[in-house]
DNA sequence: GAGCGCTGTAACATTATCGTCACAAGTTGT
DNA sequence: ACAACTTGTGACGATAATGTTACAGCGCTC
């Protein structure tokens, strides 16, 4: 399923000067990676261990994280993990290298959240290959446009929503949630629908939830006629809407 | 004949009245499967082996497999293979359980054909969650197109209801029996087939019940002279029809 | 490591809707 | 016209769906 929302720092040119970040401990492959980048139009960021690349993700949400397979302390697939399941660094795209060409280690890889795999010894050219991949992968998927709906403005760009003029604050969850329904106005969707698409497919959460959401958003509205906006569709789901 | 309305109902979800296969050698975790999968609307049957597995799908089948890693005889996966490679039996959604979170179990799972996998221990939750995510990727779509009939408008997509451009509010029920009967105009249904149709096949519910949302409808449609859209045909049923 | 914001869930409160009944009203056949 | 039957109608608990509040956990910031 389509998952409209890549929080991360996406332009629409994503596929030159790309911030990249390098996590390899073995100095040669780092620096014979990072030099190929910046002759590609990429931005080089490196890491030498798991912990450092959390940081530095968190820090400054790369384009694209390329990770080793083997690691010092914290194993490549365990980083993919944490970041996966990090709020935050969920959509970050990820490439694994691994060192043999074993299939479980690919398979691992992807299974564990990586998008792609490049199996060492890699040529330059397949490197660039799959990153120009990935990131064009990404990249129609980031709608970070503002959106307008009534007296209701959101910018993903910047993180703002404002109503009638007036900014409010909402949790990230709440700006999703939003953004999602501001980008699909009109229309009834019932609270899995809107679990795969504001919190993402595979996520086990109770349907419920939607609706506490939906109550937050909503007193975060309040100013506005927000009842008369986000309205609930009794036996069907919710829905945004200009009419009565 | 077409059924739109089969147990599902237009616009909630799908998974409920399935009927799901349980291949599991061990006593305890069968039993505990099938408890919840019944308190989840489903109806559980169970194979403690392969080769009874084969002969229960071969001869019922499911909407839905959930198959042990580890069986007696033939393994899971030699299973999955078997189901998969028979012309029958090949769609036939397949959810893999696995002993160990072990990487290569999950990794050769989905490779051989599941369309998921568990690992044990998993939560009530998860199960549900995952069989949801199954039966849904599976589930046909309903047609959401609007629909008009005279001066009716009825849209799915945005669960909306006008009557001469104005618009009108109706209860779920409501909602898909006029959708039924917009969809299937200028023709008799007997109670017991507007039954089926709208509240879904096995339901044990009083005929006349159908008469009461009949007047319900009718009364929502009463600004227009609905008494002639939707007439009576003594002893036979109702009708949506545009003639007089 | 204390404080803070955000999240998911449970528990409780509140409605909207449902299915059924009892009876009224209408229809049919004789 | 009368009985036998079918359908319309309004009311009424029961129930399921949603609104609302409270809370405990978690990650992050300082």
Redesign the pocket.
């Known amino acids: 399923m389509e998952n409209i929302y890549r929080t991360p720092s996406a332009h629409s040119e994503v596929h030159l000067g790309a911030s990249i970040l390098v996590v390899e401990d073995e100095a040669a492959i780092q620096e014979l990676i990072a030099l190929n980048l910046g002759q590609a139009g990429h931005e080089a960021v490196s890491a030498m261990d798991a912990q450092e690349a959390l940081q530095r993700v ?1 820090d400054s949400l790369p384009d694209l994280v390329l990770i080793d397979w083997m690691l010092p302390g914290m194993s490549g697939i365990d980083l993919v993990r944490r970041l996966r399941t ?1 709020e ?1 660094t969920r959509n970050v795209p990820i490439i694994m290298l691994t060192a043999r060409a074993d299939e479980i280690d690919k398979l691992a890889g992807l299974e564990s959240g990586a998008d792609d795999y490049i199996t060492k010894p890699f040529s330059i050219r397949e490197l660039n290959a799959r990153i120009k991949a990935v990131l064009r992968r990404r990249a129609p998927q980031m709608t970070e446009d503002p959106v307008n709906f009534k007296d209701l403005t959101l910018d993903p760009g910047t993180h703002r929503v404002s109503v009638k003029g007036s900014e409010i ?1 909402l ?4 700006f999703k949630l939003l953004h999602f329904f501001m980008t699909h106005p009109e229309r009834v969707y019932s609270r899995t629908q809107i679990l795969d698409h504001v ?1 993402g497919d595979h996520v ?3 349907e ?2 939607v ?5 937050r958003l ?1 007193s975060a509205l309040e100013p506005s006629h927000s009842d008369q906006l986000l309205q ?6 919710y829905r945004l809407t200009a009419l009565p």
Do not use: L, M, Q
Request: no cysteine; hydrophobic share 25%.
């Open positions: 968190r990090n935050r604050s949790g990230p969850t709440e919190w086990f959460i109770e419920r939830t609706d506490v959401h939906i109550r909503r609930t569709v009794r036996g069907a789901g």
